[in-house]
């Protein structure tokens, strides 16, 4: 009986090691993606949306074209005025999105204070596409 017992104690062991392992891994990806979403930011908050178009990942550039995100990202974005501040308020990571194709996301919520906007709400979603995270999807609110 104690060699049952010993085994199904090196067993939980060994799964709690792999949870911990999976939860690093998760972490790790987030903080790639928060980065990577900041970086990403920066050129649509420079006014550089056909740089950040181009920085998107390929289902992004698939489902619009260079000029018309130029044109709604201008839109939306020009009125608000300067980004004052910007603080990460959550982050998600995901395997299946609706309406997208299965694979790694990390979606982010900004809490951000725009020029002529005082509370504003960017959310912003990330796929990992070759080893690293592009943007996938930009909502503000």
């Given at each position: ?33 928060v ?74 919520s ?15 979603t ?13 909502f503000i609110?």
């Open positions: 009986a104690t060699m049952r017992t010993r085994r199904a104690v090196g067993l939980s062991c060994f799964l709690v090691l792999l949870g911990a392992a999976t939860a690093r891994a998760a972490e790790t990806n987030e903080a790639a993606a980065q990577a979403a900041e970086a990403w930011l920066k050129l649509i908050d420079a006014g550089q949306y056909g740089t950040s178009w181009d920085e998107a990942a390929s289902t992004f550039r698939k489902a619009v074209s260079r000029a018309i995100w130029e044109k709604q990202a201008a839109a939306v974005r020009e009125p608000l005025g300067k980004v004052l501040s910007r603080k990460l308020a959550a982050k998600q990571l995901a395997h299946e999105l609706p309406g997208a194709p299965d694979g790694t996301y990390v979606v982010l900004f809490d951000t204070r725009f020029e002529h906007k005082e509370r504003g709400r960017e959310t912003v990330m796929m990992l596409e070759d080893g690293r995270f592009r943007g996938a999807g930009y609110r």
